[in-house]
């Protein structure tokens, strides 16, 4: 149960890791109060890094592919009411802790003390998933499952296509958002909060 | 390099961070980028420790602990998941940050400076949150963007239900007066 990866695995995954956590920190959304920004409309960070990295890591991913390079491809399950339900269930926890798993655990490295019991929570929340797996995996689990499809699957559109409208429908997005909400986590709004956060 | 040390870098930037570490992350290293598998099998192994029986009966930890198929403990996404805060701590360094926090302003404005009250709702988002990821088979990062990038229908349904679940959730606990605090 407890077998190790192999050391080239361990290597990669620190310093994927430690990249990412670096970015996420210096993105700014390892702060509770640009994820709450999000959700309540007002510091669109999140949307744009998320947007920005979907359509750039999409490029680069078919891209490569079209070019003949072969690697495996990780697309998830498309068991349809169980990624609804469990998005909705992951919104409403989000929201409340103010991080998703991986800004919540970069988080701490940031130093936010309450993004540790948000961690502790995680560890429970997937327990409690494990005991509910078993009665619910042949039944909700299945409802609407399509297996690994992707879009190009469901349009019959080269993927290329897809990215494209991304593409647009990125640019349109950040045009309007930057007149909304114009630059950086911290620097839109101040860095009023950095330092303060009613500690004790 | 100066870039290192500004506190915050344009969020276009660090999704092209973001989506060339993706690149290197499949095509180097054969992996996506994700996080909430591995809090799923940590629990798995705490609970195993007091009960492997019951770990070894349950069908969902079955998934992730089948040495016989492959499966790892401790594997990439452990290690990736272990040094996430190491990176946000260099980072947070590197620009002379020092910031901590146990209650954000915008929780106190509306439940109080509690720490014990703060600390259990997050201790509870993050429950709620992680059994809502291994529901849909992903969180943001496994999801949102490695599955958002490879066209996955999965992703994509999951990515607007819980941006919709946050939105009304965030609304909810705040209301329009939150967005002052924000």
Redesign the interface.
């Known amino acids: 149960m407890f077998d190790l990866a192999s050391s080239q695995m361990i290597v990669y995954g620190l310093l994927a890791g430690f990249v990412f956590g670096f970015l996420l920190q210096k993105g700014g959304v390892t702060r509770y109060r640009v994820i709450l920004g999000q959700f309540l409309l007002k510091d669109f960070t999140v949307l744009k890094v998320m947007f920005t990295a979907i359509v750039v890591g999409a490029v680069g991913i078919w891209g490569m592919r079209s070019a003949g390079m072969d690697f495996p491809m990780h697309v998830k399950n498309a068991a349809i009411l169980a990624n609804i339900v469990g998005g909705l269930i992951f919104g409403v926890g989000m929201a409340v802790l103010g991080y998703c798993p991986g800004t919540g655990i970069a988080a701490i490295g940031d130093g936010s003390r309450h993004a540790i019991p948000g961690v502790l929570g995680m560890i429970v929340g997937g327990a409690l998933f494990a005991e509910v797996y078993p009665s619910i995996k042949d039944g909700f689990m299945k409802l609407g499952d399509a297996g690994k499809i992707t879009m190009a699957d469901v349009t019959a559109l080269s993927p290329w296509w897809l990215i494209a409208a991304l593409g647009v429908i990125a640019l349109v997005l950040f045009v309007m958002l930057e007149r909304v909400s114009p630059g950086s986590a911290g620097s839109a709004h101040g860095e009023r909060n950095i330092g303060v956060g009613h500690s004790d | 390099m100066n870039l290192l040390r500004?506190?915050?870098?344009?969020?276009?930037l660090?999704?092209?961070?973001?989506?060339?570490?993706?690149?290197?992350?499949?095509?180097?290293?054969?992996?996506?980028?994700g996080?909430?598998t591995t809090?799923?099998?940590?629990?798995?192994?705490?609970?195993?420790v007091a009960a492997?029986q019951h770990?070894e009966a349950?069908?969902?930890?079955g998934k992730y602990?089948d040495?016989d198929a492959g499966?790892?403990?401790?594997?990439?996404?452990?290690?990736?998941?272990?040094?996430?805060?190491?990176?946000?701590?260099?980072?947070?360094k590197l620009s002379r940050?020092?910031?901590?926090?146990?209650?954000?302003?915008?929780?106190?404005s509306r439940f109080g400076?509690s720490?014990a009250k703060?600390?259990?709702?997050?201790?509870?988002?993050?429950?709620?949150?992680?059994?809502?990821?291994?529901?849909?088979?992903?969180?943001?990062?496994?999801?949102?963007?490695?599955?958002?990038?490879?066209?996955?229908?999965?992703?994509?349904?999951?990515?607007?239900?819980?941006?919709?679940?946050?939105?009304?959730?965030?609304?909810a606990?705040?209301g329009k007066d939150?967005?002052q605090?924000?």
């Open positions: 500004w506190a915050r870098w344009n969020p276009y660090v999704g092209i961070g973001i989506g060339v570490l993706s690149w290197i992350a499949f095509a180097g290293m054969h992996k996506a980028l996080v909430s809090p799923a099998k940590f629990a798995g192994m705490a609970t195993g492997p770990v349950n069908s969902y930890y602990f040495s499966k790892v403990m401790f594997d990439w996404q452990f290690f990736l998941v272990l040094s996430l805060p190491i990176g946000a701590l260099v980072a947070a940050e020092k910031f901590t926090e146990t209650v954000p302003a915008l929780w106190a400076g720490k703060r600390y259990a709702a997050a201790f509870v988002g993050g429950a709620v949150m992680l059994f809502g990821a291994r529901m849909a088979g992903g969180c943001t990062s496994g999801h949102g963007i490695s599955g958002g990038l490879q066209l996955a229908v999965s992703s994509w349904v999951f990515f607007i239900a819980m941006f919709a679940s946050g939105l009304v959730t965030a609304f606990l705040f939150g967005r605090h924000v």
